[in-house]
C-alpha cells in the first residue's frame, strides 16, 4: 500500500470511527430519554457504550421500544374482545369475589379486559405424558373447531404424533388452526406447517420474520401456549410441543404445568386466540358457535389474564405485584428464570421481611447460563430477606406457578423475568379457589422432594469469580 493509499485509508477509518462514536451516544441519548425502567435504560446505556460496534446492532435487534409503532392497534384488539366476548352477570359475579383480591380482579378487568367467571372446571396436569395424552383424546372428541397455540411446536416424535392427530380431524371436516411462534420455531422445516396445510389446516406463524437478522420486532414474541376445542374445554399452561417434556433431554425430564379447563374460562383462552389469530392472519373469526353455552355447575373463580408489550399498561408486571403484596400466610413461586423487575422484587422483599413464608423454586441448571448466573444474584437478595430458595434437581423445572394462602393461584406462560413482563405476548390463569390452591401446593411441596435447599451461606461462600460473573450477569438482566 502506497503512502497516499494508507493516509486515504486511515483517514476513512478514522471517519467511520467517529461516525460510530457519534451514533453510539445519540441511539444512548435516545434510551435516555424513552423514559424507561432507569435500570432498564442503564442496562441499554451499558450494553451500547460498553461493548463496541456490537451493542449498537444488539440493541437494533432487541431494544427499541416499537410500542409506539403499535405491532398491533390497541383500538382494534378491544372491538375484537368485545365483540367475541359473551355477556356475563356482573352483579352475580361481584356477590361471589374473595374480598381480599377484589382490587386485583378489578385491576385485570379495567387494564386487560379480564372477566372473573365461575362456571368451571379445572383439572392440574403436572407432566408432559398426562398432557398430551390428555389433550389427544380431547382433540378426537372434537365436532366443530380445534384451535392450538404454542411458542414451539417441534417436529420430533412428540410433534409429529399431534400433528397427525390434527390432520385427521381437518379431513374429518373439523376447523383446524395453529398458531406459532415464527422465532420459536426457528429450527423446524417449513415443510412440516406446510403438511398441515394440504391436509386443510390453517396455519400461521405469529410476527412472521422474512430476514430476522434485520428486524427490530425479533425482541418481541408469543410466548402463550393454549389450546381450545369446541369453544367448550381448554388448556392453558407453560408446556410447548416437543419431545423433552415426555422423555426428558439432556438436563433430564421437564417438570411443567398445564391445566385443563372447562366452563366460562374458555371463553377468555378462546377469546385470546381468535386475537392472535386476527393479527396473524387479518381474517375476524367470531360468532356464536365459537362460544357455547357452558353445562358447567358453578367452580372455581377464575381470570383469564393475557399480557403484551403494545400497552400502555404492564398487565401481568403489575398484577403479579399486586398479588404478591396482598398475600398474609404464605407465597409458593415455581419459575424456571427469576429476574423480577424492582416493582416486583421490593413486594416479594417487603413480603417476607414481615414474616410471610416465601418460598422459591427454580432449576438447579438452567437452560441458558447467563440467566443462571443473573437469577443467582437476584436468590442472593431474597434470601437474606427470608426467602426459602429450592434448586430443583429431578430435571428442568420449567413451571410457572404461583400460589398463595390457600386463596389464589395462578399458572400460564409468564416467567418471573424481564422478558415475560415487558417483551413477551403472554397469558395466565388466575383461579380465585382453595381447592385449586392446594392442589398446587401440595404439587409444589412434593417437587421440593427433588430439591436442594439453597442457604444464604453457601450463597456468601461461593467464590469470587462466581460472584463477579453473577453481578455481571445481572446488569444485563433487563435485555435478557
Not at 432498564?40 to 446492532?57: D, E, R, S
Not at 423475568?417 to 382453595?434: K, L, M, Q, T
Request: glycine fraction near 6%; proline fraction near 3%; charge should be positive.
Amino acid at each position: 500500500m502506497s503512502g497516499l493509499d494508507a493516509i486515504t485509508f486511515w483517514g476513512i477509518m478514522r471517519c467511520l470511527y467517529w461516525l460510530y462514536i457519534v451514533a453510539a451516544v445519540a441511539t444512548a441519548f435516545s434510551v435516555v430519554l424513552n423514559n424507561r425502567v432507569p435500570v432498564k435504560t442503564l442496562a441499554w446505556v451499558l450494553v451500547i457504550l460498553g461493548v463496541p460496534y456490537l451493542g449498537l446492532f444488539i440493541y437494533y435487534f432487541f431494544g427499541r421500544d416499537t410500542r409506539r409503532r403499535r405491532l398491533i392497534n390497541k383500538q382494534s384488539l378491544t372491538q375484537i374482545q368485545r365483540r367475541c366476548f359473551p355477556t356475563h352477570n356482573k352483579a352475580e359475579i361481584a356477590a361471589s369475589l374473595p374480598k381480599r383480591f377484589v382490587s386485583l380482579v378489578k385491576f385485570f378487568e379495567n387494564v386487560a379486559d379480564a372477566y372473573p367467571v365461575t362456571n368451571n372446571s379445572i383439572e392440574i396436569l403436572s407432566d408432559g405424558a398426562s398432557f398430551f395424552t390428555r389433550l389427544i383424546r380431547e382433540i378426537y372428541a372434537a365436532k366443530e373447531h380445534i384451535h392450538v397455540q404454542f411458542y414451539i411446536f417441534m417436529d420430533d416424535a412428540v410433534g409429529h404424533l399431534l400433528r397427525d392427530v390434527l390432520m385427521d380431524k381437518a379431513r374429518e371436516g373439523v376447523e383446524v388452526r395453529v398458531l406459532y411462534d415464527d422465532v420459536g420455531c426457528w429450527r423446524v422445516d417449513k415443510n412440516f406447517f406446510e403438511e398441515m396445510r394440504c391436509a386443510g389446516m390453517y396455519v400461521q406463524p405469529f410476527l412472521k420474520e422474512r430476514f430476522p437478522m434485520l428486524s427490530s420486532s425479533l425482541n418481541y414474541r408469543n410466548h402463550r401456549k393454549v389450546v381450545v376445542i369446541d369453544g367448550k374445554t381448554a388448556f392453558i399452561g407453560g408446556m410447548n410441543v416437543a419431545d423433552r417434556y415426555v422423555t426428558g433431554g439432556g438436563r433430564g425430564s421437564w417438570r411443567d404445568l398445564m391445566l385443563c379447563v372447562r366452563g366460562e374460562a374458555v371463553y377468555g383462552i378462546q377469546v385470546s386466540f381468535l386475537v392472535d389469530w386476527y393479527f396473524a392472519d387479518r381474517s375476524l373469526v367470531s360468532g356464536s358457535r365459537y362460544f357455547p353455552k357452558v353445562d358447567v355447575a358453578p367452580g372455581p373463580m377464575m381470570q383469564v389474564v393475557v399480557s403484551n408489550p403494545i400497552g400502555r399498561w404492564r398487565e401481568m408486571l403489575q398484577g403479579v405485584g399486586h398479588l404478591v403484596s396482598n398475600c398474609k400466610g404464605y407465597l409458593y413461586i415455581q419459575t424456571p428464570y427469576f429476574m423480577p423487575s424492582d416493582f416486583v422484587l421490593t413486594a416479594i422483599l417487603n413480603l417476607a421481611l414481615a414474616g410471610v413464608d416465601v418460598r422459591i423454586m427454580v432449576p438447579e441448571r438452567s437452560d441458558s447460563s447467563i440467566t443462571e448466573l443473573a437469577s443467582r444474584s437476584f436468590l442472593g437478595e431474597v434470601m437474606y430477606a427470608g426467602v426459602k430458595v429450592y434448586l430443583y434437581r429431578g430435571g428442568f423445572l420449567h413451571s410457572k406457578m404461583l400460589v398463595c394462602d390457600d386463596t389464589l393461584a395462578s399458572v400460564g406462560s409468564a416467567n418471573i423475568d424481564f422478558r415475560s413482563f415487558e417483551c413477551n405476548f403472554e397469558i395466565n390463569s388466575f383461579v380465585y379457589d382453595g381447592g385449586v390452591a392446594r392442589q398446587l401446593k401440595s404439587l409444589f411441596l412434593e417437587d421440593t422432594r427433588a430439591c436442594r435447599l439453597y442457604t444464604y451461606k453457601e450463597y456468601k461462600e461461593r467464590p469470587l469469580r462466581q460472584h463477579f460473573k453473577e453481578s455481571l450477569a445481572r446488569l444485563f438482566s433487563p435485555v435478557l
